[in-house]
């Protein structure tokens, strides 16, 4: 069973018990008067934020500055003192050491302050945040008095003392004199400008990340944990080890959504700060969220090693009795609750080093570190070890006293995993049960709740109990569609089959059920193309009704795209050396982005105050039906660890099928046909006629009599199926041999593609909706650079080969005859085309290409995986005049997702611009970024496709689409493939036949509409 959500630090989560209520703070901590509340003026602190002082029991008080609400210091007193003691109760006290147990501090340095007033003042450093921090211990009157706060409050911190002392009469409190800080406490100061409302923000936007992790909304989570990155390394410096916390929390959540490289570059940097942070939970948290990552990316060994080694790093921090304590013992349950008045100089130290947050981390860091060794040995076949790895975990939270909800949601919710590997339905339905209790009282409404349900459901049906199961189903399929998420197939494929069970059982409901059961399925397909496909085709509709409201939409969109790609840069930069005038110049891009999201999405709201109603991820089987043309079918395919599940649509009817090939088999039998149609050193090899029959049997194959009355057939591939033309499956017996007879589907029916049922219905919706006249734009005919511009953009030093490689990108004469071949067919003139030394990357951005239907690039494209050092799609492009480097010669994903389009089809004529990878995303990022952008369909490759045969193809296919001949871009896609086919042999070679030749283009989208308004005429 997949593991399901993987949390960042146990630093994170022990902030999050907190806030829950797992501590039990004394009754005194809520006499705690917030920032709001009327206090006495104790002056400015050092950035220039107000200051009061609010009173607390036992003498003690609070100082807050700024708008930050939570204390910026603290004001206590201590017992008798001296001036000659004072210095050995700042360097060694229980004060000193409950200091210790948050803090880093050096040693005390001796100050007067309030005009004569012996002191010592502790400059220090936050254990957990890595905020500067400074303590103050002053003699007055035999009494030592204690203060403590962020950097920034020491002048409000002196005049505090003198208030609670009663040496500073409390109305002239505000005007106190005060001492300046010694030279290095003031060099600290001037290094490290902050204020109390910097800090504020900084730990409300790690609550925030941390709230948004455990709920396992990734996305959210990692805009809150880099947004806290980056303010943190404003303040503080991009090589501060302070930093390395948030951007270990980054790096995790970007593997959460396999950002793989992303996430690395983070760790790498996190590697070399993590030994010389003030948090000593760092080094093991770095272990842990490797693990983590490695978990993510399905490498168990690794991952087992990193948690092994996070473990002992944590465990070297605990007093070695927590760790050997047994529940029964019940000698630990103080450990979160341990507490004193904060002036009692009787605290002991080891009951200090009980309640210190290192320990509390670390504690639960050990906890997590065996809850997923026990999930990773399941993984690899070690029932014995997962089982006694989960039993640790559960003795070492009980003998401690730890249960709270989140976390003992997850501890029972690990054991159901296990027990249901184990063969034990029932136990695991209990624990879940309790998990289930457990995450709504923790995380009410959210993700975890959602996942625990759905895997109820399917404990639940394993022991039988088909209803039940079917109610645990629904509310957790209910609840994802609430909170618009999606699931793995290997979560909500045990659902699947419960519905089918029900169906099965109750015939009379059985079309009710399957079409919940269409639904339930999409939920696997929630991708990143899916939603941005959404979000285009809602803005696309909403402009054929009112310009404006596209126009506000699009806007909201953009700066939301700006703002990410801004903080991207940043992260990249931070990884830099001696990167600070470039970091000053993105942080002021930040500020000013920000500004113009807020006010994009006012102006959002006020146009189409609907709009995200209109995005929608899943979409009833009724609106596919009543959207299908008479002789149009869908075909929606979901692959599982188990079996696929098949969904036909057509003629008013969900019919549904299960095949027996799973996830894995389905992924193989696709290498298999994609390996048979990739040239080797010997030429191709022969087709893999059998797998690609195979597939069809596990796809088609039963609706076989249905597709008899199909002209047209829109799939919805899930997992491996991305990757694979539908058109080169043999609908019948066949033979590698001969090719040109063979039952190709493309002989039976046009095909085109969609992500998801969601993107059929809102593509379709959106059809007839351009506003553009002009028929055809074209690009192409680029100029390959000179070795020294890739080399300026590719290091030799980090990608030796990457800068040779791409400056010996070949030019592509065919593409120009293609170009030719389509600007005839379009009347298109000079003005229609970016060609040769004036196809360059600014010159597209510059280009107006909103009235153009038809957007035509033909020429190569790399992909992440085809170049070393590649950071994202690109299309190649000719350098500007003059360039020093091949920057501007590439036209990324970024830069497409900034044009302004309008157009029904974008023809992207190069290699490799459709498919994901083996189970990966639905689209290249390269063709996403067009949907965003503005496109309704698109024509793209599978493979690398041979210059001369593509250029034919292309150029075949638009022909037929603008004579209106053959019934939009998919129909007109299969006339020229079906004419390539019939002529092997027959004026054309006859190996053309084969499917390298002809089968690599598809349609993604809405391939039925006519791309042209004026097609024909």
Same mark, same amino acid.
């Given at each position: 069973?997949?593991?399901?959500?993987?949390?960042?630090?146990?630093?994170?989560?022990?902030?999050?018990?907190?806030?829950?209520?797992?501590?039990?703070?004394?009754?005194?901590?809520?006499?705690?008067?917030?920032?709001?509340?009327?206090?006495?003026?104790?002056?400015?602190?050092?950035?220039?934020?107000?200051?009061?002082?609010?009173?607390?029991?036992?003498?003690? $008080?609070?100082?807050?500055?700024?708008?930050?609400?939570?204390?910026?210091?603290?004001?206590?007193?201590?017992?008798?003192?001296?001036?000659?003691?004072?210095? @050995?109760?700042?360097?060694?006290? /229980?004060?000193?050491?409950?200091?210790?147990?948050?803090?880093?501090?050096? +040693?005390?340095?001796?100050?007067?302050?309030?005009?004569?007033?012996?002191?010592?003042?502790?400059?220090?450093?936050?254990?957990?945040? @890595?905020?500067?921090?400074?303590?103050?211990?002053?003699?007055?009157?035999?009494?030592?008095?204690?203060?403590?706060?962020?950097?920034?409050?020491?002048?409000?911190?002196?005049?505090?003392?003198?208030?609670?002392?009663?040496?500073?009469?409390?109305?002239?409190?505000?005007?106190?004199?005060?001492?300046?800080?010694?030279?290095?406490?003031?060099?600290?100061?001037?290094?490290?400008?902050?204020?109390?409302?910097?800090?504020?923000?900084?730990?409300?936007?790690?609550?925030?990340?941390?709230?948004?992790?455990?709920?396992?909304?990734?996305?959210?989570?990692?805009?809150?944990?880099?947004?806290?990155?980056?303010?943190?390394?404003?303040?503080?410096?991009?090589?501060?080890?302070?930093?390395?916390?948030?951007?270990?929390?980054?790096?995790?959540?970007?593997?959460?959504?396999?950002?793989?490289?992303?996430?690395?570059?983070?760790?790498?940097?996190?590697?070399?700060?993590?030994?010389?942070?003030?948090?000593?939970?760092?080094?093991?948290?770095?272990?842990?969220?490797?693990?983590?990552? %490695?978990?993510?990316?399905?490498?168990?060994?690794?991952?087992?090693?990193?948690?092994?080694?996070?473990?002992?790093?944590?465990?070297?921090?605990?007093? /070695?009795?927590?760790?050997?304590?047994?529940?029964?013992?019940?000698?630990?349950?103080?450990?979160?609750?341990?507490?004193?008045?904060?002036?009692?100089?009787?605290?002991?130290?080891?009951?200090?080093?009980?309640?210190?947050?290192?320990?509390?981390?670390?504690?639960?860091?050990?906890?997590?570190?065996?809850?997923?060794?026990?999930?990773?040995?399941?993984?690899?076949?070690?029932?014995?070890?997962?089982?006694?790895?989960?039993?640790?975990?559960?003795?070492?939270?009980?003998?401690?006293?730890?249960?709270?909800?989140?976390?003992?949601?997850?501890?029972?919710?690990?054991?159901?995993?296990?027990?249901?590997?184990?063969?034990?339905?029932?136990?695991?339905?209990?624990?879940?049960?309790?998990?289930?209790?457990?995450?709504?009282? $923790?995380?009410?409404?959210?993700?975890?709740?959602?996942?625990?349900?759905?895997?109820?459901?399917?404990?639940?049906?394993?022991?039988?109990?088909?209803?039940?199961?079917?109610?645990?189903?629904?509310?957790?399929?209910?609840?994802?569609?609430?909170?618009?998420?999606?699931?793995?197939?290997?979560?909500?494929? /045990?659902?699947?089959?419960?519905?089918?069970?029900?169906?099965?059982?109750?015939?009379?409901?059985?079309?009710?059920?399957?079409?919940?059961?269409?639904?339930?399925?999409?939920?696997?397909?929630?991708?990143?193309?899916?939603?941005?496909?959404?979000?285009?085709?809602?803005?696309?509709?909403?402009?054929?009704?009112?310009?404006?409201?596209?126009?506000?939409?699009?806007?909201?969109?953009?700066?939301?795209?700006?703002?990410?790609?801004?903080?991207?840069?940043?992260?990249?930069?931070?990884?830099?050396?001696?990167?600070?005038?470039?970091?000053?110049?993105?942080?002021?891009?930040?500020?000013?982005?920000? $500004?113009?999201?807020?006010?994009?999405?006012?102006?959002?709201? *006020?146009?189409?105050?609907?709009?995200?109603?209109?995005?929608?991820?899943?979409?009833?089987?009724?609106?596919?039906?009543?959207?299908?043309?008479?002789?149009? +079918?869908?075909?929606?395919?979901?692959?599982?660890?188990?079996?696929?599940?098949?969904?036909?649509?057509?003629?008013?009817?969900?019919?549904?099928?299960?095949?027996?090939?799973?996830?894995?088999?389905?992924?193989?039998?696709?290498?298999?046909?994609? *390996?048979?149609?990739? /040239?080797?050193?010997?030429?191709?090899?022969?087709?893999?006629?059998?797998?690609?029959? #195979?597939?069809?049997?596990? #796809?088609?194959?039963?609706?076989?009599?249905?597709?008899?009355?199909?002209?047209?057939?829109?799939?919805?591939?899930?997992? %491996?199926?991305?990757?694979?033309?539908?058109?080169?499956?043999?609908?019948?017996?066949?033979?590698?041999?001969?090719?040109?007879?063979?039952?190709?589907?493309?002989?039976? #029916?046009?095909?085109?593609?969609?992500?998801?049922?969601?993107?059929?219905?809102?593509?379709?919706?959106?059809?007839?909706?351009?506003?553009?006249?002009?028929?055809?734009?074209?690009?192409?005919?680029?100029?390959?650079?000179?070795?020294?511009?890739?080399?300026?953009?590719?290091?030799?030093?980090?990608?030796?080969?990457?800068?040779?490689?791409?400056? @010996?990108?070949?030019?592509?004469?065919?593409?120009?005859?293609?170009?030719?071949?389509?600007?005839?067919?379009?009347?298109?003139?000079?003005?229609?085309?970016?060609?040769?030394?004036?196809?360059?990357?600014?010159?597209?951005?510059?280009?107006?290409?909103?009235?153009?239907?038809?957007?035509?690039?033909?020429?190569?494209?790399?992909?992440?995986?085809?170049?070393?050092?590649? $950071?994202?799609?690109?299309?190649?492009?000719?350098?500007?005049?003059?360039?020093?480097?091949? &920057?501007?010669?590439?036209?990324?994903?970024?830069?497409?997702?900034?044009?302004?389009?309008? +157009?029904?089809?974008?023809?992207?004529?190069?290699?490799?611009?459709?498919?994901?990878?083996?189970?990966?995303?639905?689209?290249?990022?390269?063709?996403?970024?067009?949907?965003?952008?503005?496109?309704?369909?698109?024509?793209?490759?599978?493979?690398?496709?041979?210059?001369?045969?593509?250029?034919?193809?292309?150029?075949?296919?638009?022909?037929?689409?603008? *004579?209106?001949?053959?019934?939009?871009?998919?129909?007109?896609?299969?006339?020229?493939?079906?004419?390539?086919?019939?002529?092997?042999?027959?004026?054309?070679? +006859?190996?053309?036949? &084969?499917?390298?030749?002809?089968?690599?283009?598809?349609?993604?989208?809405?391939?039925?509409?006519?791309?042209?308004?004026?097609?024909?005429?």
């Amino acid at each position: 069973m997949r593991i399901a959500g993987f949390i960042h630090t146990p630093a994170a989560l022990a902030l999050l018990l907190t806030v829950a209520g797992c501590s039990k703070p004394p009754a005194s901590a809520y006499e705690q008067a917030s920032s709001t509340s009327t206090g006495l003026p104790v002056g400015q602190n050092s950035a220039g934020e107000g200051c009061t002082l609010q009173r607390l029991a036992d003498g003690r $008080a609070d100082i807050y500055c700024g708008s930050w609400d939570q204390p910026s210091a603290h004001v206590q007193i201590g017992g008798a003192a001296s001036a000659a003691t004072l210095p @050995g109760l700042a360097a060694s006290s /229980p004060w000193r050491a409950g200091l210790d147990a948050a803090y880093v501090c050096e +040693a005390p340095q001796p100050a007067r302050i309030l005009d004569g007033v012996p002191a010592e003042i502790l400059p220090c450093t936050q254990r957990f945040g @890595g905020w500067p921090y400074v303590a103050l211990a002053a003699e007055i009157d035999g009494k030592v008095y204690y203060a403590d706060g962020v950097q920034p409050a020491l002048p409000a911190m002196q005049r505090g003392i003198g208030v609670v002392s009663g040496r500073v009469p409390a109305a002239a409190a505000g005007q106190a004199g005060v001492a300046q800080s010694d030279q290095l406490l003031a060099q600290r100061l001037a290094a490290h400008a902050f204020s109390s409302g910097d800090v504020g923000q900084y730990d409300a936007l790690m609550a925030l990340g941390a709230q948004a992790n455990q709920a396992e909304n990734f996305p959210a989570a990692v805009i809150a944990y880099r947004a806290a990155l980056a303010l943190q390394q404003k303040k503080l410096g991009a090589d501060n080890p302070g930093t390395v916390i948030p951007m270990l929390a980054l790096g995790l959540n970007l593997s959460n959504q396999g950002l793989y490289a992303q996430a690395q570059a983070q760790f790498a940097t996190a590697a070399a700060l993590a030994p010389r942070a003030s948090d000593p939970t760092a080094p093991a948290v770095l272990r842990y969220d490797e693990a983590l990552d %490695a978990l993510n990316q399905g490498q168990s060994q690794r991952a087992l090693a990193r948690l092994q080694e996070a473990r002992q790093a944590y465990a070297a921090l605990v007093p /070695p009795a927590l760790l050997q304590a047994q529940p029964q013992a019940a000698q630990n349950n103080a450990l979160f609750s341990i507490s004193a008045p904060a002036g009692a100089d009787t605290l002991l130290a080891d009951q200090v080093t009980l309640n210190s947050p290192v320990t509390q981390a670390a504690l639960l860091g050990v906890i997590e570190c065996w809850r997923y060794q026990a999930l990773v040995l399941e993984r690899i076949g070690d029932r014995a070890g997962s089982d006694a790895a989960i039993a640790n975990a559960r003795r070492i939270a009980s003998a401690n006293g730890l249960e709270p909800p989140s976390l003992d949601a997850r501890l029972d919710r690990t054991r159901a995993v296990l027990a249901s590997a184990n063969g034990q339905p029932a136990a695991a339905a209990a624990d879940l049960a309790r998990a289930a209790a457990s995450f709504n009282d $923790a995380l009410p409404g959210s993700r975890p709740v959602a996942q625990t349900d759905l895997l109820r459901g399917a404990a639940l049906a394993q022991s039988g109990d088909t209803q039940a199961a079917l109610s645990a189903c629904r509310d957790g399929i209910a609840l994802l569609r609430k909170l618009r998420l999606g699931g793995t197939a290997g979560l909500i494929g /045990p659902c699947l089959d419960v519905y089918a069970k029900a169906a099965t059982d109750d015939p009379a409901r059985a079309g009710t059920l399957h079409s919940e059961m269409f639904e339930a399925a999409e939920l696997t397909q929630g991708s990143v193309t899916t939603q941005e496909i959404a979000q285009a085709a809602a803005r696309l509709a909403s402009s054929a009704n009112d310009p404006k409201v596209a126009s506000a939409i699009r806007a909201q969109q953009d700066a939301q795209h700006r703002l990410a790609d801004l903080y991207q840069q940043r992260d990249q930069a931070a990884h830099t050396a001696n990167n600070g005038a470039a970091l000053a110049r993105l942080d002021k891009d930040i500020a000013a982005a920000t $500004a113009r999201l807020q006010q994009a999405g006012l102006a959002e709201q *006020a146009a189409a105050p609907n709009y995200g109603q209109l995005v929608q991820q899943v979409v009833p089987a009724t609106e596919v039906l009543k959207l299908l043309r008479p002789d149009e +079918a869908f075909l929606g395919i979901t692959t599982t660890p188990r079996h696929s599940w098949l969904f036909f649509l057509h003629a008013g009817r969900v019919d549904v099928a299960q095949a027996n090939e799973t996830d894995r088999g389905m992924a193989r039998l696709v290498k298999q046909v994609r *390996a048979s149609i990739e /040239p080797g050193t010997n030429g191709l090899p022969a087709f893999d006629m059998a797998d690609a029959a #195979t597939i069809y049997a596990d #796809t088609l194959g039963p609706f076989a009599a249905q597709m008899a009355g199909v002209h047209d057939l829109v799939v919805a591939p899930s997992g %491996a199926l991305l990757a694979l033309p539908f058109a080169l499956l043999p609908t019948g017996p066949a033979s590698a041999t001969d090719l040109a007879h063979a039952p190709w589907l493309i002989r039976q #029916t046009t095909l085109a593609y969609v992500p998801a049922a969601a993107n059929f219905v809102s593509l379709r919706r959106a059809e007839g909706t351009s506003a553009a006249k002009q028929p055809w734009f074209g690009f192409g005919d680029f100029r390959p650079v000179s070795l020294a511009q890739a080399q300026a953009t590719y290091s030799p030093a980090a990608c030796p080969q990457a800068a040779a490689e791409f400056a @010996g990108l070949p030019q592509l004469p065919y593409a120009k005859l293609e170009l030719q071949a389509a600007s005839a067919i379009f009347g298109a003139g000079p003005q229609d085309e970016l060609l040769g030394a004036g196809f360059t990357v600014p010159d597209v951005e510059k280009a107006d290409l909103k009235n153009f239907q038809i957007l035509h690039f033909a020429t190569h494209a790399l992909l992440p995986t085809d170049l070393p050092c590649q $950071a994202e799609p690109a299309i190649v492009t000719s350098a500007p005049a003059g360039a020093a480097s091949a &920057d501007q010669a590439q036209l990324t994903t970024s830069d497409v997702m900034g044009l302004k389009l309008d +157009a029904n089809l974008v023809v992207l004529s190069a290699c490799n611009t459709g498919g994901g990878e083996e189970g990966g995303e639905a689209l290249s990022g390269l063709a996403r970024s067009f949907f965003f952008a503005g496109a309704r369909a698109m024509l793209v490759t599978q493979w690398s496709v041979n210059d001369q045969v593509s250029a034919y193809l292309v150029a075949d296919t638009l022909s037929r689409l603008h *004579a209106a001949s053959a019934g939009g871009a998919a129909g007109s896609l299969r006339a020229a493939q079906l004419a390539l086919i019939s002529g092997a042999g027959k004026g054309f070679p +006859a190996q053309i036949a &084969d499917p390298f030749y002809w089968a690599a283009f598809t349609v993604i989208g809405d391939g039925g509409a006519e791309a042209l308004s004026g097609s024909g005429k």
